[in-house]
């Protein structure tokens, strides 16, 4: 039997854990799966060694909260890796976890490989001396990715966005406001505060005071919330609760993003993955975020670009509006979901850009990613 280790650190690693999980087994249905990862992956066979949610925390300030608990699992985890000795570690994205542990196994022994190139690009390029050492080979999920980690010796292979094999290339934006039951005529406005349980500790009252503003605007307004675990949900009913904002036409979903998505007019958008999973859906968006004073200084200051969104980074210019921290107010927040919501010319042309991104990044990234990960195994 030979046994690959993973190491996902969120949703959107989950995903392509999962998806990573099912091409390899298809192929050499003799691998065994360990590690950590969340149910997506453990519903594709991975023996799971500890919660995902411990992993799952953005932001310095965050991190230090959980450090000695984060730090106890990670050197249990080198430490049983050490012993068992798989035949090969995958860490999936959270390089700030798995680039140590990819570091000290392959020292010792193990063949590793990094699922998802660090955003040294954007910020923290000197990151790309650890991946030299931690990873025998980089999968990059965007094109202009491999020549750059090539550059600073960094072995990669581009194999494209698993999100844009799975996400349609027309979506169904009338069937599946049928589907939620919402009026064929009315302003549809996805709201994503996050997925993580601390991110909504500094954005579910931004979002309800957000969507208080924009419904005085938009009488007609409907509000779609896609929330994926009980204690996010239960966290965004509260900031209801405590703005007296139930009047609101607030319909919270169990999951069901890409629906949101699908069916919205505009959406607001915690910056990370779920911004791109919008693009791919042909959904206007405003992106945002607030984290900590102190981790915000701190990430501010190690920053290449003007931006941080995977829309604007993939157009190299400001396509949708960014806005981060002291300017993520719910008065500019409002307005600019305003602004896309009546202007149907910006959303087409929008929309005709993320077609554009959509098709660049479909590159059968299942079949590409196994095909490298055997090609490692296999030695």
């Known amino acids: 039997m030979t046994t690959v280790a993973l190491v996902a650190g969120e949703p959107s690693g989950d995903l392509l854990g999962a998806e990573l999980m099912a091409a390899l087994h298809a192929r050499r249905p003799d691998i065994a799966f360990c590690g950590i990862g969340g149910p997506k992956m453990r519903a594709a066979g991975l023996d799971c060694w500890h919660p995902m949610e411990t992993l799952a925390v953005r932001g310095y300030v965050e991190v230090l909260r959980r450090y000695r608990e984060i730090l106890a699992v990670r050197r249990r985890l080198v430490s049983r890796l050490s012993r068992s000795k798989p035949d090969l570690f995958i860490g999936i994205d959270a390089p700030d976890f798995n680039l140590e542990v990819e570091r000290r196994l392959r020292a010792n022994g193990v063949r590793t490989i990094h699922y998802v190139c660090p955003s040294i690009w954007a910020w923290r390029g000197e990151r790309v001396r650890l991946l030299k050492e931690a990873a025998d080979r980089v999968l990059a999920l965007f094109p202009f990715e491999k020549p750059l980690l090539e550059r600073q010796g960094v072995p990669a292979t581009y194999v494209g966005h698993p999100l844009a094999d799975l996400l349609p290339e027309f979506p169904d934006h009338v069937g599946t406001r049928e589907r939620l039951r919402l009026p064929a005529s009315a302003p549809v406005?996805?709201?994503?505060?996050?997925?993580?349980?601390?991110?909504?500790?500094?954005?579910?009252?931004?979002?309800?005071?957000?969507?208080?503003?924009?419904?005085?605007?938009?009488?007609?307004?409907?509000?779609?919330?896609?929330?994926?675990?009980?204690?996010?949900?239960?966290?965004?009913?509260?900031?209801?609760?405590?703005?007296?904002?139930?009047?609101?036409?607030?319909?919270?979903?169990?999951?069901?993003?890409?629906?949101?998505?699908?069916?919205?007019?505009?959406?607001?958008?915690?910056?990370?993955?779920?911004?791109?999973?919008?693009?791919?859906?042909?959904?206007?968006?405003?992106?945002?975020?607030?984290?900590?004073?102190?981790?915000?200084?701190?990430?501010?200051?190690?920053?290449?670009?003007?931006?941080?969104?995977?829309?604007?980074?993939?157009?190299?210019?400001?396509?949708?509006?960014?806005?981060?921290?002291?300017?993520?107010?719910?008065?500019?927040?409002?307005?600019?979901?305003?602004?896309?919501?009546?202007?149907?010319?910006?959303?087409?042309?929008?929309?005709?850009?993320?077609?554009?991104?959509?098709?660049?990044?479909?590159?059968?990234?299942?079949?590409r990613t196994s095909t490298a990960v055997l090609e490692v195994l296999e030695g």
């Open 189 to 367: 406005i996805a709201l994503l505060p996050g997925s993580r349980d601390g991110e909504l500790e500094y954005m579910a009252d931004l979002f309800v005071e957000t969507a208080r503003r924009l419904h005085a605007r938009l009488p007609d307004a409907q509000f779609l919330v896609p929330l994926v675990s009980r204690e996010t949900r239960g966290r965004f009913e509260r900031a209801l609760y405590d703005q007296d904002a139930q009047h609101l036409p607030v319909q919270i979903l169990f999951g069901h993003a890409h629906a949101a998505l699908t069916a919205a007019d505009a959406a607001l958008v915690a910056s990370g993955t779920a911004t791109l999973e919008a693009a791919l859906l042909r959904c206007p968006m405003v992106i945002t975020y607030r984290m900590a004073d102190w981790s915000w200084r701190l990430m501010r200051g190690k920053g290449y670009l003007a931006y941080g969104g995977l829309p604007n980074i993939l157009a190299g210019r400001f396509v949708v509006p960014e806005l981060i921290q002291e300017h993520a107010t719910a008065e500019n927040l409002s307005q600019a979901l305003a602004n896309l919501v009546v202007d149907a010319s910006v959303r087409r042309d929008l929309g005709e850009l993320f077609a554009r991104m959509h098709d660049e990044l479909r590159q059968g990234s299942a079949e």
